[in-house]
């Protein structure tokens, strides 16, 4: 590879090595194996914007293990463990949202911050005791999560949290023209379900899969940026959230929704709210856009809104089975 050496005053061949370098951090100078770019006539050292990044990161980890500070990774852990978001462990803690999103962003905590972490972290009547003072400043979905938590938190793997990270793990890991541009949000999903089911009455489980992939994508198509991030393919009778099977069996464990059979010719099943819509959580945008899904199919029958869905592009240029890139957005026909 080649890259410009300020001291030979050209293009050179360049070689990647490692070299002791010190990196300050907080006023401390931490010595790493940084990887450098060297030029291969004269033997400088190249500054490299991208190398530097990683090297300077690299001594941050060093820095958090010397001093017993959690790193972002543990944050999102100590998260996932209780279902909260930044906003909601923020305001168990009683700090800005703003402080948990820049840790979690790279940030080294404060001494503070970082102790009063982990005693949240080890100490569960601490935990506790937090968590009844503020629990009225969480939403009802993430109360209810983390009540279950507290209650069963020696068996953290319960049902829910393995439906939950199953499908945080499958939908995150696709690229951002299947998820339209947005890490999975589990709950935008379930309250865009919750608004639907809501919303329209007797919504029949079929119905309810196109609609979440018309509001998705109709988010895509007038922000670039899909509501909930998630990944939908193309199955028999129209577009459907991938390993939606595994997401209705969530929003059942999780307590959100509940479902009924309906009698009729057909089999299938009525999905029923159980928690209240969380306004919060969407833009003034993205709450146009479940009302425009709404009044435009709240009285198709799911036969009509699987035709519609058939007519899409998108639709149609998808193998059975495969993602739908977000990118057919722009020629959705059934819905502006
Ligand atoms: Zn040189």
């Not at 050179?12 to 990196?23: C, D, G, I, L, P």
């Not at 890991?173 to 007797?202: C, E, P, R, T, W």
């Not at 990944?231 to 459907?240: K, L, M």
């Not at 969380?278 to 036969?303: P, Y």
Request: charged share 25%.
């Amino acid at each position: 590879m080649t890259a410009y050496c300020p001291s030979c005053n050209k293009d050179r061949e360049v070689t990647v090595s490692k070299q002791r370098e010190s990196y300050p951090v907080k006023g401390e100078s931490i010595v790493i194996d940084a990887n450098v770019v060297v030029c291969d006539v004269c033997g400088a050292t190249i500054y490299d914007d991208e190398l530097d990044e990683e090297n300077l990161e690299e001594a941050y980890g060093i820095y958090r293990e010397k001093h017993g500070l959690l790193a972002p990774r543990d944050l999102r852990e100590l998260r996932a463990e209780y279902g909260l978001s930044q906003r909601g462990l923020s305001s168990l803690l009683g700090w800005s949202q703003a402080t948990i999103a820049r840790y979690e962003a790279g940030a080294i905590p404060s001494v503070a911050h970082n102790s009063q972490l982990i005693h949240f972290r080890g100490d569960l009547d601490y935990a506790l005791e937090l968590y009844h003072e503020n629990k009225h400043k969480l939403n009802s979905l993430e109360a209810k999560r983390a009540a279950d938590a507290f209650g069963s938190v020696k068996d953290s793997r319960s049902i829910t949290n393995i439906l939950q990270s199953f499908l945080s793990k499958c939908y995150t890991q696709n690229s951002a023209l299947y998820v339209g541009n947005k890490a999975f949000d589990i709950d935008k999903l379930a309250n865009m379900v919750v608004f639907f089911a809501s919303g329209i009455q007797d919504l029949v489980k079929s119905k309810l899969l196109k609609l979440l992939w018309y509001a998705d994508f109709l988010c895509y198509k007038r922000q670039g940026v899909s509501a909930s991030g998630t990944p939908y393919v193309r199955d028999y009778y129209g577009p459907i959230p991938a390993h939606h099977d595994m997401l209705l069996a969530y929003l059942q464990e999780d307590g959100i929704v509940e479902t009924r059979p309906y009698e009729g010719p057909y089999e299938g099943e009525y999905i029923l709210p159980l928690v209240e819509f969380d306004k919060g959580l969407f833009s003034e945008e993205e709450l146009d856009v479940l009302i425009a899904v709404v009044t435009r199919f709240k009285d198709s029958t799911a036969k009509e809104i699987s035709r519609c869905s058939h007519d899409e592009d998108g639709y149609r240029a998808t193998e059975m089975k495969q993602m739908i890139p977000y990118s057919y957005a722009e020629s959705l026909k059934a819905i502006h």
